[in-house]
Nanobody
Framework: QVQLVESGGGLVQPGGSLRLSCAFS????????MGWYRQAPGKQRELVAG???????NYANSVKGRLTISRDNAQNTVYLQMNSLKPEDTAVYYCYAERVRAVAGRTSYWGQGTQVTVSS
């Protein structure tokens, strides 16, 4: 069973930086597309950034140029480098893993989330 464990959240001032990590275990990490989602109070969960098993990335418009997703297949870890943080980035950030196979179909997993608070 796949497990995702996030870390690195916390309180940071506007303009500051954080790096989130998501440790993957229980399957072959390199076969999975990975992503970071976030959910602010009273809002729907939204995709922040994604990275495919092949290394292609995509970002929400609101974070382009400030947040960077990356993966280390040797460490079974996906990262989210967050720079120039704004108060509106405050949310619980969730790690997501997904794999689509011809016979088994789509399987996906969520981490437990890590709180990011941007405030002075």
């Amino acid at each position: 069973q796949v497990q995702l464990v996030e870390s690195g959240g916390g309180l940071v001032q506007p303009g500051g930086s954080l790096r989130l990590s998501c440790a993957f275990s229980g399957s072959t990490f390199s076969m999975y597309d990975m992503g970071w989602y976030r959910q602010a109070p009273g809002k729907q969960r939204e995709l922040v950034a994604g990275i495919t098993s092949g290394g292609n990335t995509n970002y929400a418009n609101s974070v382009k140029g400030r947040l960077t997703i990356s993966r280390d297949n040797a460490q079974n870890t996906v990262y989210l480098q967050m720079n120039s943080l704004k108060p509106e980035d405050t949310a619980v950030y969730y790690c997501y893993a997904e794999r689509v196979r011809a016979v088994a179909g789509r399987t996906s997993y969520w981490g437990q989330g890590t709180q990011v608070t941007v405030s002075s």
